[in-house]
């Protein structure tokens, strides 16, 4: 079986600081890991994703993850928050051979401050 | 680019009524989803089709059917609509390869009253 656990619900930035949004995962097959962003209104985008070969992955809007086997982690990160990155952030697995089918975790809510 | 159409944004349906939900996609990809976005859950998967006729149900189908009748679109259907079923409804395609990203619709928000 597989799970997503994001931490925080909610979390708030001010511009020009670090972006950290946690996603923990379990899974016991080597998994698939994906970031989504959604933006009101809208349906989800997909960030970065992450299935094999280097760690740290880098995906769209200056963002980026790394995938850590030993702590199950996949946290996405942005060196300088804009205001524009104010969205709902979800994390999502996948382990089977079937492609788009995700295990969510819950998404974290970003406000970015002035 | 990829583009998965959703043929509503917003729904207001009353209690008891059949809803069809329709959603097109034009990259020829086999796979085909639609997930339940709630606050404080994410999004769950309902039911997904990995062929033509072919469908399998996900975390939370009670309530649901589903019907694939050509490559292209997938429709969810609520036979008898309720007010928990009020939530966001999300479209997705894939192809089949495992290590492959979805690609969502713009989402279809159903109120049931």
């Known amino acids: 079986a597989q799970s997503v656990t994001q931490l925080g619900s909610h979390v708030s930035v001010s511009e020009g600081a670090l972006v950290l949004l946690r996603c923990n995962y379990s899974?016991?097959?080597?998994?698939?890991l994906f970031w989504y962003v959604q933006y009101p209104n809208q349906g989800l985008q997909l960030l970065l994703k992450?299935?094999?070969?280097?760690?740290l992955v880098k995906g769209i809007n200056g963002f980026e993850a790394e995938f850590k086997k030993s702590e199950t982690s996949f946290h996405l990160t942005k060196p300088s928050a804009h205001m524009s990155d104010a969205a709902e952030y979800f994390c999502?697995?996948?382990?089977?051979?079937?492609?788009?089918?995700?295990?969510f975790g819950q998404g974290t809510e970003l406000s970015v401050k002035p | 680019d990829v583009k998965v159409t959703q043929s509503s944004r917003y729904l207001v349906k009353r209690t008891g009524e059949k809803v069809f939900l329709e959603c097109v996609q034009d990259?020829?990809?086999?796979?085909m989803f639609w997930y339940r976005q709630d606050p404080g859950l994410g999004l769950r998967l309902i039911y997904f089709?990995?062929?033509?006729?072919?469908?399998e149900k996900g975390d939370i189908p009670e309530g649901y059917s589903v019907s694939r009748e050509k490559k292209e679109r997938f429709s969810l259907i609520l036979e008898s609509a309720s007010t928990n079923q009020t939530s966001m409804y999300l479209c997705?395609?894939?192809?089949?390869?495992?290590?492959?990203?979805?690609?969502f619709g713009q989402g279809t928000r159903l109120t049931v009253v």
């Open positions: 992450y299935t094999t070969g280097a760690t």
């Open positions: 997705a395609s894939a192809i089949q390869q495992g290590n492959t990203e979805a690609f």
């Open positions: 990259m020829d990809h086999e796979n």
């Open positions: 899974s016991s097959v080597p998994p698939y």
């Open positions: 089709s990995y062929d033509v006729k072919m469908k």
């Open positions: 999502a697995v996948s382990g089977n051979n079937q492609g788009g089918k995700l295990i």
